[in-house]
């Protein structure tokens, strides 16, 4: 899998929620919500072709990891987040 294509969803310090992808300098987006960064986040992958897409709390450490279609992760979970 391509790791210029992998994203990571984090809070910045005006309390917006940043979509970026790894390789960035910029977010592809701001959002309000942590949900609505996910979502957009999720969409961007599934049309760029897949990657991993990371999600950081509210304290900066790492929440949630999910391949998303159709990367191909070497090591897929048993459950799947959604």
Partial sequence: MSKDRDRTIYQRGDGKWVNKRNDADRASS???TQGDAARAGR???GRQG???LTIKGLDGRFR???TVAPGNDPNPPRDREH
Avoid: A, F, P
């Fill in 30 to 32: 701001l959002h309000d």
């Fill in 50 to 52: 897949g990657g991993e």
């Fill in 64 to 66: 949630s990891k999910d």
């Fill in 43 to 45: 969409d961007m992958l």
